[in-house]
């Protein structure tokens, strides 16, 4: 059983990786200066996320869990698959608290998690696993139009010497065995080190190019798998680090003296650069600025967890994934349902289904192992509109210039935050134009503010075609 010490140190590490996917996501997901609900929330979090690595409390824990949920809530539905994670985690950290607050005992670091890692670790089990699942599906692994063949001719483009390293038609193969084998190889004891390499190495992988921009989820899992190491994990690192810092005291502790300081300036610098933009089309020099900062920190993290693993000790490690507070198996639950979503019939974002060509709309389901006889409803995902012609320039550039098909629900969504809209539709095989969205018999239905707020479909592509975005 981890002493005191442990425990308290278990904590401090968790609570700046959790930090740091925090400050990874704002910094790719930070909208422009607007001054709206949203870009507040981010500068606040990103603040708080500085905060917390430099000094991590459990207060400063506890209030960057609730800046982020709350971020999460008013972002919603538009949260990625990840961010969604981290909510669930937060939502655990901030039921566990409550609970040890009202039986009147303090919320120390290790009460904290002794009730949070084991919740933490389930949530990170399922949510894995459905992104796994869902690349199990005929037009990832068959088909030309891969998403993980065109991540990596993306990661090519900017990297050609990536060519020479795998096989391109391998690609999509090589993907699924290593996200579905992260899951399974966690659970065993015997395997679990296994697990934790496969998981580091793969995500490691998936940012060596500035191309692709989702070292955000890599920081994620590394967060995620670090609740998976060996009972030895905190006590070799703190032999390391005393052996770095008898070697070189001074700039360590100047570096410790000043962190908040360092901290402080990044997070301006940070805010600064951030933009909607997606990675390639923003400046070069920040592109690059950027992924050298990620893969600086990817690289740090894999460091420590290498030495963490191989540098003394067993290489297995107890673990619990069965919940100690009853409401923690409706998160639980919660989760499940979610990455059930659209298989169902329901959401098809932000249900770990993110870059898995997985189709489930108007009749092309091409998933090898979920039956589609799962389906509920047909309501939502198989009424399709087709939009020849707008006068809205975001409908334009997410529907007719890349020739796919909108979901009704996300056309009405669109039309009740601009009335003014008018389209060309095709109707029957003619088309039709409605010079007045809002007042359309179909289209001009509002959407009520909880189907707003939960419900999220991707844009399909027509003729089976597999969309091969996020």
């Given amino acids: 059983m981890p002493d005191e010490k442990t425990n308290q140190k278990s904590f401090h590490f968790f609570a700046v990786l959790m930090a740091l996917c925090a400050v990874a996501h704002v910094s790719v997901h930070l909208p422009s200066a607007s001054f709206s609900a949203n870009w507040l929330l981010s500068c606040a979090v990103l603040l708080c996320g500085m905060k917390l690595i430099a000094d991590p409390t459990v207060k400063a824990f506890l ?42 005992q303090n919320c120390s670091p290790e009460r904290l998690m002794q009730a949070l890692v084991p919740v933490s670790r389930l949530l990170f089990l399922v949510c894995y696993g459905y992104a796994a699942f869902a690349k199990f599906n005929f037009d990832f692994l068959f088909s030309g139009a891969s998403v993980a063949r065109e991540m990596f001719d993306y ?6 010497l990536l060519s020479w390293l795998v096989w391109p038609p391998a690609v999509a193969w090589i993907a699924l065995a290593c996200e579905t084998a992260v899951p399974l190889l966690l659970i065993p004891r015997r395997t679990r080190y296994l697990g934790i390499l496969v998981g580091i190495f793969f995500h490691a992988a998936l940012v060596i190019s500035p191309a692709v921009k989702v070292y ?8 995620m798998l670090y609740l998976f ?18 070697q070189s005291p001074h700039l360590c502790n100047l570096l410790i003296r000043y962190r908040g300081i360092v901290l402080l300036i990044l997070s301006i610098a940070l805010i600064a650069v951030s933009t909607q933009a997606p990675l390639l089309e923003v400046s070069p020099r920040i592109v690059w600025l950027r992924w050298m900062i990620a893969m600086g920190v990817i690289s740090c993290l894999g460091g420590l967890a290498c030495i963490g693993l191989f540098s003394g000790g067993r290489r297995d490690s107890t673990i619990n994934c069965i919940p100690s507070w009853g409401p923690s198996y409706a998160l639980i639950a919660l989760a499940v349902f979610n990455g059930l979503c659209p ?48 006068n809205d320039a975001a ?12 979901t009704e629900f996300e056309l009405r969504r669109r039309i009740m935050a601009q ?11 003619q088309e039709v134009v409605i010079d007045q969205a809002v007042q359309d018999a179909s289209l001009g239905i509002p959407l009520d503010l909880l189907s707003r707020k939960l419900l999220i479909f991707r844009p399909v592509s027509p003729e089976g075609k597999p969309f091969t975005t996020n």
Wanted: charged share 20%; aromatic share 12%.
């Fill in 63 to 104: 209030v960057l869990a609730l800046l982020q949920s709350a971020h999460v809530v008013v972002d919603a539905p538009y949260n990625p698959d990840h961010w969604l994670l981290i909510f669930f985690v937060n939502l655990a950290a901030l039921g566990t608290a409550a609970k040890i607050r009202l039986k009147g």
């Fill in 155 to 160: 990661q090519v483009g900017a990297m050609p």
């Fill in 216 to 223: 955000d989820f890599t920081i994620l899992v590394y967060t």
């Fill in 229 to 246: 190491t060996p009972d030895e994990f905190e006590e070799n690192l703190r032999e390391w680090f005393r052996k770095i810092k008898q």
């Fill in 343 to 390: 298989y169902l019939g329901l959401k098809t974002q932000g249900s770990f289904t993110m870059f898995s060509n997985l189709q489930t709309e108007a009749g092309e389901w091409n998933h090898l192992l979920m039956p589609e006889s799962v389906r509920i409803s047909d309501y939502y995902q198989d009424r399709l509109v087709r939009i020849l012609a707008s």
């Fill in 395 to 406: 409908l334009n550039k997410k529907y007719v210039e890349p020739g796919l098909l909108a």
């Fill in 419 to 429: 009335p003014s809209i008018s389209l060309t539709v095709e109707r029957n095989g």
